[in-house]
């Protein structure tokens, strides 16, 4: 069953409300309807349209058996993003996105393997049989700050079918390393951002807590529809895809606040 959008409800959301006119994309020119108050308005016709077509993918994707990787890192996509990837058994990332966190997996999964020894020696009671008090205190800490980087992504062991941005210029180094493996991106595309980097544009406000709320619960019924299809469907033996290394250079880009 396909999530119906409605526009009224992003129009609430406020989902229409772009950037200052001086700080907009000229390839985000086809999904404006006006200007207003020195603000371009999206037009919420093609964010509908837009909307069922990542949809429909990512239900697709999610019914194949794949994962698809949530990113938001920015302060008020965090939250949301961490709660739906939980509560749909996805991966994550909604800290500082870590260069090579999929063009360099070796390294990133080096240190995610590390993370998960720790953890079972920690749940079986082996460090704190070997060790001191302080010294496991310490463990604890290691576990605890590589969780806030690592833990969203503990369980992607294999190339993800896809990657979700909720803000494409704050998460630039995510779209360049899935762009660089071809894996298919589906973010919110605000009109500051270029559309031609993502394979599913979503033209939408990607500042207002209300719009990417609203945008993550579409896209949760779509991965929660995806897998239900799955389980109801015939198994079939699973094309395992590993992450290959790639080389990858850190680059950072800075997204402005509205």
């Not at 969780?147 to 779209?175: H, S």
Request: with cysteine; glycine share 6%; hydrophobic share 40%.
């Amino acid at each position: 069953m396909a999530t119906d959008v409605d526009i009224k409800q992003l129009l609430e959301a406020g989902a229409h409300f772009g950037h200052k006119t001086e700080r907009w994309h000229p390839k985000m020119a086809p999904y404006i309807h006006s200007k207003r108050g020195g603000t371009h308005i999206i037009d919420l016709t093609k964010t509908v349209t837009c909307l069922d077509d990542a949809l429909a993918f990512l239900t697709k994707t999610a019914s194949e058996g794949k994962q698809i990787l949530l990113v938001g890192t920015k302060r008020q996509a965090q939250d949301i993003v961490k709660k739906v990837a939980v509560e749909t058994n996805m991966p994550y990332v909604t800290e500082r996105w870590l260069g090579g966190m999929l063009t360099n997996w070796n390294t990133i999964g080096g240190r995610v393997k590390h993370l998960q020894e720790l953890e079972n020696r920690m749940a079986s009671g082996e460090l704190a049989n070997k060790y001191n008090k302080l010294e496991v205190q310490r463990f604890q800490e290691e576990i605890d700050q590589m969780n806030v980087l690592y833990g969203g992504v503990k369980e992607l062991n294999k190339r993800p079918g896809a990657v979700f941005v909720v803000d494409v210029v704050n998460d630039i180094n995510a779209v360049r390393e899935a762009k660089r493996l071809n894996i298919p991106i589906v973010a919110i595309v605000d009109t500051n951002a270029d559309p031609s980097l993502i394979s599913y544009p979503i033209p939408a406000n990607d500042d207002a807590i209300k719009t990417i709320q609203l945008i993550l619960n579409y896209v949760q019924s779509a991965i929660e529809t995806g897998k239900a299809s799955a389980k109801a469907a015939p198994e079939k033996p699973a094309e395992k895809k590993t992450i290959k290394s790639a080389e990858t250079t850190s680059e950072t880009a800075n997204s402005e606040e509205k």
